[in-house]
């Protein structure tokens, strides 16, 4: 079901009289529309025209005929920019942003809405300019994109308190509440949508009381209270009620049909939502109908009447098509193609969701890499479901290209792009086929081992060996006694955007948090260690066997551990999906107490692509090799924090440091010497990197990725390098050693891990070596010393890797002192 979360994008429209007056934005769909007499004075005025044209276009918004608007806005806008008129033009710009927000062109929403903000700046227009910042966090919400569109709140809120505007204020207080919904952050969602509250009771503003009260209730929606998320919804439909806003009146009907469908009470979610069909079609809301079509027909999918569930998303997608809603149209695709599954219709279930999957890829096309990352996020509901499909038919190899379609699509394209810098900077690369992907297997000389969760309901897994043999197997998630939480695979709508949201599976992430517990790895272990100094070691002591490591083990390597290679040193490479990137598979253990790392030679790959593209960086860099290597250790420590705080010296890591610098025949860099700007002049010109330092998963603010490395500051920088400016560099080297805290760590998404990691491989390097968790300071330059001096025997540096670890399991017998690394990329 919907949740009916109620944003407050604005229109434009022209509300003074025509003799020069202000263009403002109006925070509600509603038009302006003057008298006919102030018309008829001036019939042959531009301005006049322009101004029936923006009306023009905003009845037919209201109507949800965005394209039919847009050609009214479009021819507004040219008579606005000849007459010169800058606040006409910003109107019409501002009102075309919406549009294409509307109709699925995010890249072009933002466009529009960016130049209603210069102009807006331009003409120092400061209440046009919070909405334009306002407009444009909300088209981040719908990307996905939840601290950037925090960011574009805040400056809307800082204006609106600025020009004392308490209308504006609240609005911004409420879409700062819908960001952290999304993020999600539902303790700031309450507090900002509770702030919003008390403005609109203050300025008796009963709309805006009503919209604070109906988030509030989505927001406890989200936590699972759905009584209280049923109190709000009654009081915004009590309101809505009164002040004949029927708009909102649907929403409240829609959230209370979303509360009682969690509840199981069917029967009343479809009264409900009935009702709110009912209204969107008298007062002509084309979306809402849609949206109210769509969650009837998951109502009756969840009954198991999948004749009426069909017969509903069948209505949703008829709608969705005529009114050019291409998100929504995506999503009634996704869940027409689940109902006829469900129905046993799998061949038409196949197309349906391939399309799905078509028009999702469409929406993203045309975007940069973050937002391409951040869509993506919305829209992996049809890639599982096919899969499911698709395996339904012992399509077993058809499943596999599907998985590998639905995973590191912006990584592949932002990486084919660097490697081919003459090429278009919208680089769209198709995904492999069965073929292209035994080729990569054979040119890999490895076992591939993709896996693919399945919301909590399979873990479907592919071995691809060298020769080219496909094989398939499956775990049954909920066959098994474990706890893994509750998903869904339909796509919900949110009526806040009307875009999907898809309810991700939490199968593995809980389990990895108690094996990382397990280990004493964990962020709550080790932060406060974190932002000071590396932790300590494990004193060594008698354990084989972790039960939690043993699970995991029996989960994901038992099932196709016949056939996994028998020689140890052949390499399989593991590409995980969503929280399995967080395992340390060296450290899982058999029945036996034996680690996976004793048996077998292990990389981490976030795609089998993703290993064609990172095998032609080395190729690359070959061309160019430089034989310069840069050691860094224990640089003199930035400070972290508010208030700031001095991070401690590492003198392990500063020995470490030393030792591999002999090792290789170069100076360490240590202390003063390892400034920001010096490493990265040095960086530009290596083969190897090796930086010994301390490492951040989310401590240090970054453009638009985790991660962060601490160098010794210098002039104007803070000392660290983030992955936003490594993704800016071009780098030939072919290794980077991480040897820090979390530097294998990031934000997981759709797309893979968005971290260091990426940035490196992206900025050209075809091989990185990082850690998963806080590494213990002595144990950690131990096995980085231990890895260089099997380097020097063997130049394969995932067999370095191996027998570095081997070694170090007899000094160390904790896996949390050995386990935390993990190789990504090349092998040699």
Same mark, same amino acid.
């Given at each position: 079901?919907?949740?009916?979360?109620?944003?407050?994008?604005?229109?434009?429209?022209?509300?003074?009289?025509?003799?020069?007056?202000?263009?403002?934005?109006?925070?509600?769909?509603?038009?302006?529309?003057? $008298?006919?007499?102030?018309?008829?004075?001036?019939?042959?005025?531009?301005?006049?025209?322009?101004?029936?044209?923006?009306?023009?276009?905003?009845?037919?918004?209201?109507?949800?005929?965005?394209?039919?608007?847009?050609?009214?806005?479009?021819?507004a806008l040219i008579i606005y920019r000849e007459i010169k008129d800058r606040q006409g033009e910003g109107a019409a710009l501002g009102n075309l942003g919406i549009a294409y927000k509307e109709l699925g062109d995010y890249a072009k929403a933002i466009e529009y809405t960016q130049q209603v903000l210069v102009i807006a700046r331009e003409i120092k227009d400061r209440r046009n300019e919070g909405v334009a910042l306002g407009?444009?966090?909300?088209?981040?919400?719908?990307?996905?994109?939840?601290?950037?569109?925090?960011?574009?709140?805040?400056?809307?809120?800082?204006?609106?308190?600025?020009?004392?505007?308490?209308?504006?204020?609240?609005?911004?207080?409420?879409?700062?509440?819908?960001?952290?919904?999304?993020?999600?952050?539902?303790?700031?969602?309450?507090?900002?949508?509770?702030?919003?509250?008390?403005?609109?009771?203050?300025?008796?503003?009963?709309?805006?009381?009503?919209?604070?009260?109906?988030?509030?209730?989505?927001?406890?929606?989200?936590?699972?209270?759905?009584?209280?998320?049923?109190?709000?919804?009654?009081?915004?439909?009590?309101?809505?009620?009164?002040?004949?806003?029927?708009?909102?009146?649907?929403?409240?009907?829609?959230?209370?049909?979303?509360?009682?469908?969690?509840?199981?009470?069917?029967?009343?979610?479809?009264?409900?939502?009935?009702?709110?069909?009912?209204?969107?079609?008298?007062?002509?809301?084309?979306?809402?109908?849609?949206?109210?079509?769509?969650?009837?027909?998951?109502?009756?999918?969840?009954?198991?009447?999948?004749?009426?569930?069909?017969?509903?998303?069948?209505?949703?997608?008829?709608?969705?098509?005529?009114?050019?809603?291409?998100?929504?149209?995506?999503?009634?695709?996704?869940?027409?193609?689940?109902?006829?599954?469900?129905?046993?219709?799998?061949?038409?279930?196949?197309?349906?969701?391939?399309?799905?999957?078509?028009?999702?890829?469409?929406?993203?096309?045309?975007?940069?890499?973050?937002?391409?990352?951040?869509?993506?996020?919305?829209?992996?509901?049809?890639?599982?479901?096919?899969?499911?499909?698709?395996?339904?038919?012992?399509?077993?190899?058809?499943?596999?290209?599907?998985?590998?379609?639905?995973?590191?699509?912006?990584?592949?394209?932002?990486?084919?792009?660097?490697?081919?810098?003459?090429?278009?900077?919208?680089?769209?690369?198709?995904?492999?086929?069965?073929?292209?992907?035994?080729?990569? *297997?054979?040119?890999?000389?490895?076992?591939?081992?993709?896996?693919?969760?399945?919301?909590?309901?399979?873990?479907?897994?592919?071995?691809?060996?060298?020769?080219?043999?496909?094989?398939?197997?499956?775990?049954?998630?909920?066959?098994?006694?474990?706890?893994?939480?509750?998903?869904?695979?339909?796509?919900?709508?949110?009526?806040?955007?009307?875009?999907?949201?898809?309810?991700?599976?939490?199968?593995?992430?809980?389990?990895?948090?108690?094996?990382?517990?397990?280990?004493?790895?964990?962020?709550?272990?080790?932060?406060?260690?974190?932002?000071?100094?590396?932790?300590?070691?494990?004193? *060594?002591?008698?354990?084989?066997?972790?039960?939690?490591?043993?699970?995991?083990?029996?989960?994901?390597?038992? $099932?196709?551990?016949?056939?996994?290679?028998?020689?140890?040193?052949?390499?399989?490479?593991?590409?995980?999906?969503?929280?399995?990137?967080?395992?340390?598979?060296?450290?899982?253990?058999? *029945?036996?107490?034996?680690?996976?790392?004793?048996?077998?030679?292990?990389?981490?790959?976030? *795609?089998?692509?993703?290993?064609?593209?990172?095998?032609?960086?080395?190729?690359?860099?070959?061309?160019?090799?430089?034989?310069?290597?840069?050691?860094?250790?224990?640089?003199?420590? $930035?400070?972290?924090?508010?208030?700031?705080?001095?991070?401690?010296?590492?003198?392990?890591?500063?020995?470490?440091?030393?030792?591999?610098?002999?090792?290789?025949?170069?100076?360490?860099?240590?202390?003063?010497?390892?400034?920001?700007?010096?490493?990265?002049?040095?960086?530009?010109?290596?083969?190897?990197?090796?930086?010994?330092?301390?490492?951040?998963?989310?401590?240090?603010?970054?453009?638009?990725?985790?991660?962060?490395?601490?160098?010794?500051?210098?002039?104007?920088?803070?000392?660290?390098?983030?992955?936003?400016?490594?993704?800016?560099?071009?780098?030939?080297?072919?290794?980077?050693?991480?040897?820090?805290?979390?530097?294998?760590?990031?934000?997981?998404?759709?797309?893979?891990?968005?971290?260091?990691?990426?940035?490196?491989?992206?900025?050209?390097? $075809?091989?990185?070596?990082?850690?998963?968790?806080?590494?213990?300071?002595?144990?950690?330059?131990?096995?980085?010393?231990?890895?260089?001096?099997?380097?020097?025997?063997?130049?394969?540096?995932?067999?370095?890797?191996?027998?570095?670890?081997?070694?170090?399991?007899?000094?160390?017998?904790?896996?949390?002192?050995?386990?935390?690394?993990?190789?990504?990329?090349?092998?040699?």
């Amino acid at each position: 079901m919907k949740l009916q979360t109620i944003g407050s994008t604005a229109l434009l429209s022209l509300l003074a009289a025509l003799s020069g007056g202000d263009f403002l934005f109006i925070p509600s769909a509603q038009a302006k529309i003057p $008298p006919p007499q102030v018309l008829a004075q001036n019939p042959a005025d531009r301005q006049v025209e322009a101004y029936r044209l923006l009306n023009q276009g905003i009845q037919q918004a209201q109507m949800s005929q965005f394209e039919a608007a847009l050609q009214y806005w479009q021819q507004a806008l040219i008579i606005y920019r000849e007459i010169k008129d800058r606040q006409g033009e910003g109107a019409a710009l501002g009102n075309l942003g919406i549009a294409y927000k509307e109709l699925g062109d995010y890249a072009k929403a933002i466009e529009y809405t960016q130049q209603v903000l210069v102009i807006a700046r331009e003409i120092k227009d400061r209440r046009n300019e919070g909405v334009a910042l306002g407009n444009l966090g909300l088209d981040y919400i719908d990307l996905g994109d939840h601290a950037k569109a925090i960011e574009y709140q805040q400056q809307s809120l800082a204006i609106a308190r600025e020009i004392k505007d308490r209308q504006s204020e609240g609005t911004a207080l409420g879409n700062l509440g819908l960001a952290y919904m999304n993020l999600p952050d539902y303790a700031k969602a309450i507090e900002y949508t509770q702030q919003k509250l008390a403005i609109a009771r203050e300025i008796k503003d009963r709309q805006s009381e009503g919209k604070a009260l109906g988030n509030l209730g989505v927001t406890y929606y989200s936590l699972g209270d759905y009584a209280k998320a049923i109190e709000y919804a009654q009081q915004l439909l009590a309101i809505a009620r009164e002040i004949k806003d029927r708009e909102s009146e649907a929403a409240a009907l829609g959230n209370l049909g979303n509360a009682y469908e969690s509840l199981g009470d069917y029967a009343k979610a479809i009264e409900y939502t009935q009702q709110v069909l009912l209204i969107a079609r008298e007062i002509k809301d084309r979306q809402s109908e849609e949206q109210a079509l769509g969650n009837l027909g998951l109502a009756y999918l969840s009954l198991g009447d999948y004749t009426k569930a069909i017969e509903y998303q069948q209505q949703f997608l008829a709608i969705a098509r005529e009114i050019k809603d291409r998100q929504s149209e995506g999503t009634a695709l996704n869940n027409l193609g689940l109902a006829l599954y469900r129905q046993g219709n799998l061949s038409a279930a196949e197309k349906t969701l391939l399309d799905s999957i078509k028009v999702s890829e469409s929406l993203r096309a045309g975007l940069d890499d973050a937002k391409k990352v951040s869509i993506f996020d919305t829209q992996t509901s049809p890639y599982l479901n096919l899969q499911k499909v698709l395996i339904a038919q012992e399509k077993n190899n058809e499943a596999l290209e599907i998985a590998e379609r639905g995973r590191a699509r912006a990584f592949v394209e932002l990486l084919a792009g660097r490697l081919a810098p003459s090429a278009s900077t919208q680089l769209t690369i198709n995904p492999p086929n069965i073929q292209q992907i035994q080729q990569i *297997a054979k040119e890999q000389n490895a076992t591939l081992v993709e896996y693919s969760t399945i919301w909590n309901e399979a873990l479907y897994i592919w071995v691809i060996k060298p020769t080219g043999e496909i094989t398939f197997r499956s775990v049954d998630l909920k066959s098994l006694n474990i706890n893994l939480g509750q998903a869904t695979e339909r796509t919900r709508v949110s009526a806040a955007t009307g875009r999907g949201l898809n309810e991700q599976d939490t199968a593995f992430a809980e389990m990895i948090r108690g094996t990382r517990d397990a280990l004493g790895t964990s962020e709550n272990n080790l932060s406060n260690q974190q932002a000071t100094n590396r932790p300590n070691s494990t004193p *060594a002591n008698s354990q084989t066997a972790n039960p939690k490591l043993q699970q995991l083990y029996q989960l994901l390597i038992e $099932p196709i551990a016949d056939l996994l290679p028998t020689d140890p040193n052949d390499h399989v490479i593991f590409i995980p999906h969503k929280s399995l990137f967080l395992v340390p598979f060296a450290t899982l253990q058999n *029945a036996q107490g034996q680690y996976l790392v004793e048996k077998h030679t292990i990389i981490i790959a976030p *795609a089998i692509q993703i290993l064609q593209l990172t095998h032609q960086s080395r190729q690359k860099n070959r061309q160019t090799a430089s034989q310069k290597i840069l050691v860094v250790g224990n640089p003199t420590m $930035p400070k972290i924090g508010n208030p700031p705080r001095q991070l401690l010296p590492l003198p392990a890591s500063e020995q470490e440091a030393q030792i591999i610098a002999q090792l290789l025949n170069t100076q360490a860099i240590i202390g003063p010497q390892a400034t920001k700007v010096s490493i990265v002049k040095q960086m530009l010109n290596a083969r190897i990197i090796h930086l010994a330092t301390h490492g951040f998963f989310n401590e240090v603010k970054s453009r638009d990725m985790p991660g962060s490395i601490a160098l010794a500051p210098s002039g104007n920088d803070d000392g660290f390098l983030t992955s936003s400016e490594i993704l800016d560099l071009k780098l030939n080297a072919e290794l980077v050693v991480l040897s820090a805290c979390n530097t294998g760590r990031g934000r997981l998404t759709g797309d893979g891990v968005i971290g260091l990691s990426r940035a490196l491989i992206t900025a050209g390097v $075809p091989t990185i070596l990082t850690s998963l968790w806080s590494v213990p300071d002595a144990p950690t330059a131990e096995l980085m010393a231990e890895f260089y001096r099997q380097l020097q025997q063997n130049p394969n540096k995932a067999q370095a890797l191996r027998q570095a670890m081997l070694i170090m399991m007899k000094k160390h017998p904790e896996p949390r002192d050995w386990g935390a690394f993990t190789l990504i990329g090349e092998a040699e």
